[in-house]
Nanobody, 122 residues
Framework: QVQLVESGGGLVQTGGSLKLSCAAS????????IGWFRQAPGKEREHVAR????????YYADSVKGRFTISRDNAKNSVYVQMNNLKPEDTAVYYC???????????????WGRGTQVTVSS
């Protein structure tokens, strides 16, 4: 069992930056791939980034590539996403989730946080 809590969301202007954190409790954190997803009102949930258990592999959606950086600190049971050059279309609720495999498919993520709101004003 893994519990996830996101933090770091907020309101920022276009071009600004935010750093989201995902704090985990539970066992064997380093065995889980952690993914970040986002969902805007009226839209489907979108997978934006993920990082493998020991941090050796990462993935970014084209929509965030070059602007978002995912990292993890297994000693602190935490995963982060640094978001730079934010755009209004990045506005969404951001969720972190844990999976046993390196996958972008929502169905493979067994544990989810409750989300943190990111709003980018134009």
């Amino acid at each position: 069992q893994v519990q996830l809590v996101e933090s770091g969301g907020g309101l920022v202007q276009t071009g600004g930056s935010l750093k989201l954190s995902c704090a985990a409790s539970g066992r064997a954190f380093s065995t889980y791939t952690i993914g970040w997803f986002r969902q805007a009102p009226g839209k489907e949930r979108e997978h934006v980034a993920r990082i493998s258990g020991r941090g050796g592999s990462t993935y970014y959606a084209d929509s965030v590539k070059g602007r978002f950086t995912i990292s993890r600190d297994n000693a602190k049971n935490s995963v982060y996403v640094q978001m730079n050059n934010l755009k209004p279309e990045d506005t969404a609720v951001y969720y972190c989730a844990a999976a046993g495999i390196f996958s972008g498919a929502t169905k493979n993520y067994d544990y989810w946080g409750r989300g943190t709101q990111v709003t980018v004003s134009s």
